[in-house]
C-alpha cells in the first residue's frame, strides 16, 4: 500500500468524524439555548446546569411576547428602519442621477470621492477620531 493510498483511506474516514465533532461542538450552544427557554423558571432557579427540563414550557414566550412589550418594541423597530430607508431613498436617488447625468463643474472630484470610500473596509470609516485630534 503506497502513502497516497494510505492518507486518502485515513482521511475518508477521519473527514467525516471531524466534520461531526465540529458540528456537535457548535450546535450544543444552541441546543442548550432551547432547552434553557422551554423551561421552567423555578426549575431554572433551582438546576440552571441540567440539560434536560422536567417539563416542557411556553410560558417564557407568552411573557416576553405579551408582558414585557417585546412586540413594541419590535414594531418601533421596523417603523424606524422602513421610515430610514424611505428617507435614504429619497435623498439618495435624485442625488444618484444628478452624479450621473448632469454635467456640473467638479464632477470628476465628486466620481473620484465616492470611489475612495471603495478603497477602505467598511469599519475604517466607522473609528472616530482620536481625542487629541477632536475640539
Known amino acids: 500500500m503506497s502513502r497516497d493510498r494510505f492518507e486518502r483511506g485515513l482521511f475518508r474516514v477521519l473527514r467525516p468524524l471531524v466534520i461531526a465533532f465540529l458540528f456537535l461542538i457548535t450546535a450544543f450552544p444552541f441546543l442548550y439555548m432551547v432547552m434553557l427557554s ?7 432557579i433551582l438546576d440552571p446546569g441540567s440539560l434536560w427540563p422536567s417539563a416542557f414550557t411556553l410560558d417564557t414566550y407568552v411573557n416576553v411576547l405579551t408582558r ?5 418594541f419590535l414594531r418601533n423597530s421596523a417603523i424606524i428602519a422602513v421610515a430610514s430607508v424611505a428617507v435614504t431613498l429619497l435623498i439618495s ?3 444618484a442621477y444628478a452624479v450621473a447625468r448632469l454635467r456640473f463643474f467638479g464632477r470628476r472630484q465628486v466620481h473620484f470621492l465616492f470611489l475612495a470610500v471603495y478603497l477602505f ?4 470609516l466607522a473609528i472616530p477620531p ?3 485630534c477632536s475640539p
Open 68 to 72: 414585557q412589550g417585546f412586540l413594541t
Open 38 to 44: 422551554v423551561r421552567d423558571i423555578q426549575e431554572l
Open 93 to 95: 436617488i435624485p442625488g
Open 130 to 132: 482620536c481625542s487629541c
Open 121 to 124: 473596509p467598511a469599519i475604517v
